[in-house]
């Protein structure tokens, strides 16, 4: 009897390092979010711009958001690709071959917190995705309580061509969130390709420019010549509000406190 229970307390760690899962992270947010409630260990393969935490730049590359490649992929032996779209190129062979397929692409900051928390279930670490998600849940409380009016404000996802979040955009819901109206939000779509013509009749009482591959100084000056030299532009870290991920309530609380001075008349 003894010589079984230890041969069963010798099997059972063995047992519990094959249960964990080995993931493809297909998004730079999915990266982050597995970071975030301890899972980083499981994640096996990553895509282009997966750059955060800086750790996560020594995970192999098998793609990038139009395109997997599937051979690289499977190289690896994956358990499980987290991705933000089921129709992703090469996706259906992975499946195809046992790999479970689960999709993270929330469109709101309560879709967030909810993904997190589901992702925390799917890899095993329940535990502490709740408590990165309640953490997360009482700053957002936070901003919540503190916003007032609600800014009318241009978001330049792309400068070249002119590319804004539409309705359907979890941009458009961290604007509202932060106290700005997108004054794009009636068209119903994630992004929409705008003129500036129409950005001017849209009538903006402020410009927002993310900081990702554009010279923002150039940016400014742009719209100052459209817009008028006393249009407020805020600039805004790309990966914290391009990211439905943990660090958006950075980016949210940033936007928040830049958008409270422009209201104030700063």
Known sequence: MKAILLVIALWAPWQTAMATERILA???????????IGAQDEIVGAVS????????????????????????????????VIVMDRNMNGLQLLESKGVQVVESYPHDIDGVLNDIRRLGTVTGHEKQANRVADALELRLEKVR????EKLPVFYEIWSSPLITPGRRSFISSLLKEAGATNVFDRIDLDTARVNVEGVM??????????????????????????????????????????RPGPRLLDGLEQLQQALQGVGDGQ
């Open 49 to 80: 711009y997966c750059d955060y935490p800086s750790e996560a730049l020594s995970i192999p590359r098998v793609g990038n958001y139009q395109q997997l490649n599937v051979e690289a992929a499977l190289r690896l032996n994956p358990t499980m």
């Open 26 to 36: 297909l998004a730079p947010h999915i990266c982050e979010t597995l970071y975030a």
């Open 145 to 148: 309580s503190l916003s007032q």
């Open 201 to 242: 009749q849209a009538a903006p009482r402020a410009v927002i420019i993310p900081t990702e591959a554009r010279n923002v100084k150039d940016r400014k000056r742009f719209w100052q010549q459209w817009l008028g030299d006393q249009i407020p532009l805020i600039v805004v870290k790309h990966d914290l509000m391009h």
